[in-house]
């Protein structure tokens, strides 16, 4: 197959799995999307969607989130781990959004990445899917499978959103985006690999890491 078939086969192949995409971390709005995707850092999104009903009870928005301690902020998230970077963040971004930014998230990459404790990815989780902007954030499943099917070389997460926006169509990047997420929970874990469930990496997947599968009958661990 051609690098551009295996393109074309990934796309379809998805689509047909995943015609409905359901997002992975609970939200209401752009503030809280902002925060769950925050405290999901090193974490799982099973974890943060039994943490955050606790947190938004108490605060869904900055104006309320600034009138608890970050002490507090803490206590309360602090099983989905890293609470002291995490809940210094939620406290001192809620006061950013209502001092800068007329207690609204800002909609744009650069806005959201000067906010306390919040990355590329994270601001393109947010500005895909609570904006609609057309983002590729590069979280590990991605990485694995984009390594795993010879889109990238799997050096690091920033070459591996160039290849996949190099690759895929803008206008398919935040539907690709969760449903390759949701492709490697289900079908290319990182553990507990099942070759013959994965339709796409046994298809196309690349040959360094077909034959080291087969030879060992395990994941290749990266």
Do not use: C
């Amino acid at each position: 197959m051609t690098k551009q078939e295996k393109v074309d086969f990934t796309i379809k192949t998805l689509q047909e799995l995943y015609p409905k995409i359901p997002i992975p971390l609970d939200h209401k709005d752009p503030y809280t999307l902002l925060i769950a995707v925050l405290m999901s850092a090193q974490s799982t999104d099973v974890r943060v969607n039994k943490i955050t009903p606790l947190l938004f009870e108490k605060a869904d928005n900055p104006h309320a989130m600034i009138r608890l301690s970050a002490e507090e902020i803490r206590e309360i998230i602090k099983p989905v781990g890293l609470s002291p970077m995490k809940s210094k963040g939620i406290y001192e971004l809620s006061h950013i959004l209502i001092n800068k930014h007329n207690g609204e998230v800002p909609q744009s990459f650069e806005a959201l990445e000067a906010l306390p404790a919040v990355g590329h990815k994270t601001a393109g989780v947010v500005m895909s899917q609570a904006f609609g902007v057309p983002a590729f954030p590069i979280d590990t499943h991605i990485h694995r499978l984009m390594y795993r099917w010879g889109f990238t070389n799997g050096k690091n997460v920033t070459q591996t959103e160039k290849d996949a926006k190099r690759l895929f169509p803008k206008e398919l990047w935040n539907d690709l985006h969760l449903q390759i997420i949701w492709y490697g929970r289900e079908y290319s874990p990182a553990r507990g690999w099942n070759l013959d469930k994965d339709i796409i990496t046994s298809t196309i997947g690349r040959k360094t890491v077909l034959s080291e599968y087969n030879k060992n009958k395990k994941p290749v661990k990266k």
